[in-house]
């Protein structure tokens, strides 16, 4: 049996026994707080299996937006940040930072810091207005900087 299909089956073997405990009422798990796990378990097995095998950067890509959309949902189901209408722009930063990892791992290809870039940018706007952490010239101002070491700084 290959490492892999061994921790999947353990993870399976203990989410199912804590929603047959919880059926039983041994222990008390909140399904509508916890919900996120079913996004954010799957992102991290995707992640893990990326890392165990070091094969297929692919799966990267959905881990990496699995993982931040599952943190996003439990911050927001542990009021540690607004609701989905004022961060609407976490989203693009998921893609961008599951794109961002196959980039990284997956050999480099400089075709992928393109959309990286846009939707990072995005995103930042988009926090900057919901959540006044930072203000439109400093993100304008970084944005342009990056981009001039980027042209400044690249392989000819």
Known sequence: MRRGDYITGIILIIIGGVFLLN???IIQFDIELHWPLFLLVPGLIFEISYFIRRK????????GILTIYGLYFYAIEMDAIGNLVESWAVYPLGVAIGLF????????????LFPV????????FGLSSSFDILSF???LGVAFVLFG?????KKK
């Open 23 to 25: 059926n039983f009422d």
């Open 56 to 63: 297929d950067p692919g799966l990267l890509v959905p881990g």
């Open 101 to 112: 990892q196959l980039f990284i791992f997956g050999g480099r290809e400089r075709g992928l």
């Open 117 to 124: 870039g846009i939707l990072t940018i995005i995103s930042l």
């Open 137 to 139: 010239n400093l993100i």
């Open 149 to 153: 070491l980027y042209i400044l700084l």
